[in-house]
C-alpha cells in the first residue's frame, strides 16, 4: 500500500518547498483539488522540485475543461515531470457544472466515459501522428494539424482515475479508467458491497478486473497526542462529515448504513445556515465507520489493518486543510509501507 499527500496551492515557492519536503520524507504522490484554485497550476512546480515523487488530480472537473483542453495539459505535465502525471478526474454536480462552469451535464455516466475515450484518442494523435477520427455520443476529435500538435513524449501512457460514489459511475470507472478515486466519504463495508462490485462490473465489459484499476483515497483520521487535540480533530472531522453528508450526492453511502433521514436532516441545516450544529448529528457509530481513531504511534498500524486489499494507496484527509505535518509521519509512512 502507498501513502500519498494532498497538496494545497499556495504560492511557487511554497508549493515547491512542500513537494520536496514529502519527497524526502517518503510520500509515494501528491494530489491537488480543484476548489478556490486551479488543480494543475501547483503540479507544474512540484514536478520541477522533485524527481521521484508522483503529482496528480483529486480532482479536476471534467466537463469544465474540452477534451482536447484537458489532453493538452496532462501531456505537459507527464512530458514535463518526467512521466510521472496521473490525471484524476471527477464530473462534479449537475448545479456546479451548469450554472458555474457553463457547460453539460445530461447522462454524466456516459459522459465521461466517452470523455476519457476522446482524451486518448487525443493522446494517440500526439504520439503517433494518427489521423484523429474519434466520433462518440457527446464529443468528436477529427481535426488538428502540425501547428497544434505537441509531439511524441518519452512516457505517453497517462494513467486516468476517475472518482464516484454511487455505482453508475463506479462502473463508468471499470470500464475506461486505470484508478478509482474514492471518496472520503465512505465505509469499508460500503466499499466492498457496493463499489468494487460495480467496478469489477464495469471492468468485466472491458475484459479487465476490478484489480487491474488502483484505487486511491483521502481517508479521515482522528488521532492526537492529547485529549485536547484528539477533541478538536473529532469536531473537525464531524463537521466535514455532515457537510458532505448534507448533500444529496452521498445519500447512498447513508442509505447503505440505514440513515437516510440522516441526510435529509443535514440537507435542511445546510440551508438554514447552521453549519456549526450540524457535526453533532452524526451518529458515534457512524463517525466509527468512516473515521479511523487512533493514537499517533498506532496510526499507520490502524489504517493498514482497515485498507489492506481495499486500497491500493491512501491519504489522510488532514492534510486538505493544512500543511500535513503531525507527529510520527516517518513512522506512519513505514508503518503503511511494511
Same mark, same amino acid.
Not at 488538428?144 to 454511487?166: M, R, T
Given at each position: 500500500?502507498? $501513502?500519498?499527500s494532498?497538496?494545497?496551492?499556495?504560492a511557487?515557492?511554497?508549493?515547491?518547498?512542500?513537494?520536496?519536503?514529502? &519527497?524526502?520524507?517518503?510520500? +509515494?504522490c #501528491?494530489?491537488?483539488?480543484? =476548489?478556490a484554485?486551479?488543480?494543475?497550476?501547483?503540479? =507544474?512546480?512540484?514536478?520541477?522540485?522533485?524527481?521521484?515523487l508522483?503529482?496528480?488530480?483529486?480532482?479536476?472537473?471534467?466537463?469544465?475543461?474540452?477534451?482536447?483542453?484537458m489532453?493538452?495539459?496532462?501531456?505537459?505535465?507527464?512530458?514535463? *515531470?518526467?512521466g510521472?502525471?496521473?490525471?484524476?478526474?471527477?464530473?462534479?454536480? /449537475?448545479?456546479h457544472v451548469?450554472?458555474?462552469?457553463?457547460?453539460?451535464?445530461?447522462?454524466?455516466?456516459a459522459?465521461v466515459? +466517452?470523455y $476519457?475515450?476522446c482524451?486518448?484518442? $487525443?493522446w494517440?494523435?500526439?504520439?503517433?501522428?494518427?489521423?484523429?477520427?474519434?466520433?462518440?455520443p457527446?464529443?468528436?476529435?477529427? !481535426?488538428?494539424?502540425?501547428?497544434?500538435?505537441?509531439?511524441?513524449i518519452?512516457?505517453?501512457?497517462? @494513467?486516468?482515475?476517475l472518482?464516484?460514489?454511487?455505482p453508475?459511475?463506479?462502473?463508468?470507472?471499470?470500464?475506461?479508467? +486505470?484508478?478509482?478515486?474514492?471518496?472520503?466519504?465512505?465505509?469499508?463495508?460500503?466499499?466492498k458491497?457496493?463499489?468494487?462490485?460495480?467496478?469489477?462490473?464495469?471492468?468485466?465489459?472491458?475484459?479487465?478486473?476490478?484489480?487491474?484499476?488502483?484505487?486511491?483515497? @483521502?481517508?479521515?483520521?482522528?488521532?492526537?497526542?492529547?485529549?485536547?487535540?484528539?477533541?478538536?480533530?473529532?469536531?473537525?472531522?464531524? /463537521? %466535514?462529515?455532515a457537510?458532505?453528508?448534507?448533500?444529496? *450526492?452521498?445519500?447512498?453511502?447513508?442509505?447503505?448504513?440505514?440513515?437516510?433521514?440522516?441526510?435529509?436532516?443535514?440537507?435542511?441545516?445546510?440551508?438554514?445556515?447552521? !453549519?456549526?450544529?450540524?457535526? %453533532?448529528?452524526?451518529? +458515534?457509530?457512524?463517525?466509527?465507520?468512516?473515521? #479511523?481513531?487512533?493514537?499517533?504511534?498506532?496510526?499507520?498500524?490502524?489504517?493498514? %489493518?482497515?485498507?489492506?486489499?481495499? !486500497?491500493?494507496?491512501?491519504?489522510?484527509?488532514s492534510?486538505?486543510?493544512?500543511?500535513?505535518?503531525?507527529?510520527?509521519?516517518? &513512522?506512519?509512512?513505514?508503518?503503511i509501507h511494511?
Amino acid at each position: 500500500m502507498k $501513502i500519498d499527500s494532498l497538496l494545497p496551492a499556495a504560492a511557487p515557492h511554497e508549493v515547491m518547498a512542500r513537494a520536496r519536503a514529502l &519527497e524526502q520524507d517518503g510520500f +509515494d504522490c #501528491v494530489w491537488t483539488f480543484e =476548489a478556490a484554485h486551479d488543480a494543475f497550476f501547483p503540479l =507544474a512546480f512540484a514536478a520541477q522540485a522533485t524527481t521521484r515523487l508522483q503529482i496528480g488530480t483529486n480532482i479536476a472537473v471534467a466537463f469544465a475543461r474540452t477534451p482536447f483542453a484537458m489532453a493538452q495539459i496532462a501531456w505537459d505535465l507527464q512530458r514535463d *515531470s518526467g512521466g510521472r502525471f496521473r490525471l484524476g478526474l471527477g464530473t462534479q454536480v /449537475r448545479q456546479h457544472v451548469e450554472r458555474r462552469f457553463s457547460a453539460s451535464f445530461d447522462h454524466p455516466a456516459a459522459r465521461v466515459t +466517452d470523455y $476519457i475515450r476522446c482524451v486518448r484518442a $487525443i493522446w494517440h494523435t500526439f504520439q503517433t501522428g494518427a489521423k484523429p477520427q474519434y466520433q462518440g455520443p457527446f464529443y468528436q476529435f477529427k !481535426l488538428i494539424n502540425e501547428f497544434f500538435n505537441p509531439g511524441a513524449i518519452d512516457q505517453p501512457d497517462i @494513467p486516468i482515475y476517475l472518482a464516484g460514489v454511487n455505482p453508475r459511475m463506479c462502473r463508468a470507472a471499470g470500464e475506461v479508467a +486505470d484508478g478509482f478515486h474514492v471518496h472520503p466519504m465512505h465505509t469499508v463495508p460500503y466499499l466492498k458491497e457496493v463499489v468494487r462490485p460495480a467496478i469489477e462490473e464495469g471492468a468485466r465489459a472491458a475484459g479487465r478486473r476490478v484489480t487491474d484499476l488502483e484505487l486511491y483515497s @483521502p481517508v479521515f483520521v482522528i488521532t492526537g497526542n492529547t485529549e485536547a487535540e484528539r477533541a478538536a480533530m473529532e469536531r473537525a472531522v464531524r /463537521r %466535514q462529515i455532515a457537510f458532505y453528508a448534507s448533500t444529496p *450526492s452521498y445519500a447512498a453511502v447513508l442509505e447503505f448504513h440505514g440513515h437516510a433521514e440522516l441526510g435529509r436532516k443535514l440537507g435542511t441545516l445546510m440551508r438554514e445556515g447552521k !453549519l456549526d450544529d450540524m457535526g %453533532q448529528h452524526v451518529p +458515534d457509530a457512524l463517525l466509527e465507520e468512516i473515521a #479511523v481513531f487512533a493514537p499517533p504511534a498506532e496510526l499507520g498500524q490502524r489504517l493498514r %489493518q482497515r485498507y489492506d486489499g481495499v !486500497l491500493d494507496r491512501l491519504s489522510l484527509y488532514s492534510t486538505m486543510g493544512g500543511d500535513g505535518s503531525f507527529t510520527a509521519w516517518r &513512522e506512519l509512512i513505514t508503518a503503511i509501507h511494511a
